[in-house]
């Protein structure tokens, strides 16, 4: 049984830093493309950054590019979000998930992601 759980959602005024972990158990870790995604109200679910089985790859897309970092330790079998100069409209229900099938270089569409963490809360206040 996967389970994922994220921690270190919270308050951060514009411009402050934060780091997101996700402790994932069920599976063998290393075989797996993980990604975050984050969800604002009345908005769909969009990825924020994905990162390869092995590490060696990593998306982001250009509304956080140079200002988030996913990184993952396969010993520990976690995944990180750094996220620095952080923006209001960066508020939203973060979560960590992990690819359906083994082996995938990097997956940055939600349907190719089959666990989802229960979410972790972020707001950035102006």
């Known amino acids: 049984q996967v389970q994922l759980a994220e921690s270190g959602g919270g308050l951060v005024q514009a411009g402050g830093s934060l780091r997101l972990s996700c402790a994932a158990s069920?599976?063998?870790?290393?075989?797996?493309?993980m990604g975050w995604f984050r969800q604002a109200p009345g908005k769909e679910r969009e990825v924020v950054a994905a990162?390869?089985?092995?590490?060696?790859?990593?998306y982001y897309p250009g509304s956080v590019k140079g200002r988030f970092t996913i990184s993952r330790d396969n010993f520990k079998n976690t995944v990180d979000l750094q996220m620095t100069s952080l923006k209001p409209e960066d508020t939203a229900v973060y979560f960590c998930?992990?690819?359906?099938?083994?082996?995938?270089?990097?997956?940055?569409?939600?349907?190719?992601?089959?666990?989802w963490g229960q979410g972790t809360q972020v707001t950035v206040s102006s």
């Open positions: 990162i390869s089985w092995s590490g060696e790859s990593t």
């Open positions: 069920g599976r063998i870790f290393s075989a797996y493309a």
């Open positions: 998930a992990q690819a359906t099938v083994p082996g995938a270089t990097l997956l940055t569409d939600k349907t190719s992601f089959g666990f």
